[in-house]
């Protein structure tokens, strides 16, 4: 009986024992997690505090956006050494405003890294291009990522000459980083491939001149150098083998109008394509009358599924006839509410859709309000 007794006794002093000890690493564990935390909290917040308070007087006063300068690129305000009154300074003597500067450091904050030497260097390489500061500013006011993205002169400079040198003219440059100012900031690799694939797309049609060619593509489409080869060339097939075109009307095409959509994803061009053909075809037309309506006008592949399909029965429902509007396309450019509010004045006018030309509904509203003088006179 007594060692029987001794077993639980033992047993029951290191069961006690067990329990004692896990509580107390447990105690011990949450004290030393909970200091851990508050710690680390309190550090970070001091050294954020000290980290970030000149910097944030600093931008405050120049009338930046903290808020927004903060959610774009958080991590320009845990640096050390900015050069926000620099950057001030610099763009102060090229001519831009207090509040355009504020504004292109609100929205691209890393600005404020960047060294004046390295401001400077790159501003001459544009001003290749340019012909005034003020035209560098108006672009850095609507796309400061363009100018302060990239810190590599080098490659600008290489990409400068080697755009001019497979003959584009100053005027296509000038357009590129206008409209596409990134097509500087690709490496010189990636606009070689580019080059070159036009290129060799141009001689594969049975054309000689592949400089014009590529030149009237850039001029179209100024967005294609910031695009892949693999993109434009499924575009191109696409092209070629949905409206059944051979070499010498592909090339007129790609000349003209079809390079706007050259860089559009080749998801997006099928599903509207698909859309225009599936609407098209419900309100009686052929397969030869949407083909025609497509090529006469390859802007409307731009119309998602949604816009087509209103714009078409809002003019339906105004009376207007399936030819009239396969016969002038452009009108598809205007919105709803433009087209609603012409029809109605033209109509009250005493314009006549029904035997006149529907097309001054996609006029210049210049042009247009000249027109509907004209008619009131009348």
């Given at each position: 009986m007594?060692?029987r ?22 105690e ?7 200091f ?8 970070n917040?001091?050294?954020?505090s000290?980290?970030?308070?000149e ?9 930046v ?14 640096r050390?050494g ?13 001519g ?34 340019m ?19 990239s ?9 400068i ?18 409209n ?15 080059i ?24 179209k ?26 070499d010498e ?8 109008p079809?390079?706007k959509?050259?860089?559009l994803?080749?998801d ?17 037309c052929?397969k030869?009358e ?9 802007d409307?592949?731009?119309l ?21 509007i ?7 450019d ?7 509010n ?11 859709f029904?035997?006149?030309n529907i097309?001054?509904?996609s ?12 008619l009131?006179?009348e």
């Amino acid at each position: 009986m007594a060692p029987r007794n001794f077993l639980c006794m033992r047993s029951n002093f290191l069961f006690g024992s067990r329990c004692w000890m896990i509580r107390f690493s447990a105690e011990v564990l949450l004290k030393s997690v909970s200091f851990r935390l508050f710690s680390v909290k309190c550090g970070n917040a001091d050294r954020e505090s000290l980290e970030n308070e000149e910097l944030l007087n600093n931008l405050l006063t120049m009338g930046v956006d903290v808020d927004m300068a903060k959610k774009r690129q958080p991590g320009v305000f845990n640096r050390m050494g900015t050069k926000e009154q620099d950057l001030k300074m610099f763009l102060l003597s090229k001519g831009a405003s207090k509040e355009v500067i504020a504004s292109i450091i609100s929205r691209y904050p890393r600005a404020i890294t960047r060294t004046p030497e390295s401001l400077s260097e790159r501003w001459d390489l544009w001003r290749r291009i340019m012909t005034s500061d003020l035209e560098i500013i108006n672009i850095l006011q609507r796309s400061p990522e363009s100018f302060f993205r990239s810190n590599n002169n080098l490659n600008l400079e290489n990409n400068i000459k080697f755009l001019y040198s497979v003959g584009l003219t100053h005027k296509c440059l000038c357009r590129l980083l206008t409209n596409a100012p990134r097509t500087f900031s690709n490496s010189l690799d990636l606009n070689k491939q580019m080059i070159v694939f036009l290129q060799e797309v141009c001689l594969s049609l049975g054309h000689n001149k592949p400089r014009d060619f590529v030149r009237k593509i850039i001029l179209k489409n100024p967005f294609i150098l910031i695009q892949s080869t693999k993109r434009v060339k499924t575009n191109i097939e696409f092209l070629q083998s949905t409206f059944n075109l051979n070499d010498e009307k592909l090339l007129v095409l790609l000349c003209g109008p079809g390079a706007k959509i050259l860089d559009l994803s080749n998801d997006y061009v099928n599903r509207n394509y698909t859309n225009i053909k599936e609407k098209l075809f419900f309100l009686g037309c052929t397969k030869e009358e949407i083909h025609k309506f497509i090529l006469r006008y390859p802007d409307v592949i731009f119309l998602g599924e949604k816009k087509f399909n209103d714009k078409i029965d809002c003019l339906i429902e105004e009376k207007f006839s399936i030819s009239q509007i396969i016969e002038n396309p452009r009108i598809l450019d205007s919105s709803i509410n433009t087209l609603k509010n012409r029809i109605k004045e033209l109509v009250n006018a005493g314009y006549n859709f029904s035997t006149s030309n529907i097309a001054l509904l996609s006029w210049s509203q210049k042009r247009y309000n000249a027109k509907l003088k004209k008619l009131n006179i009348e």
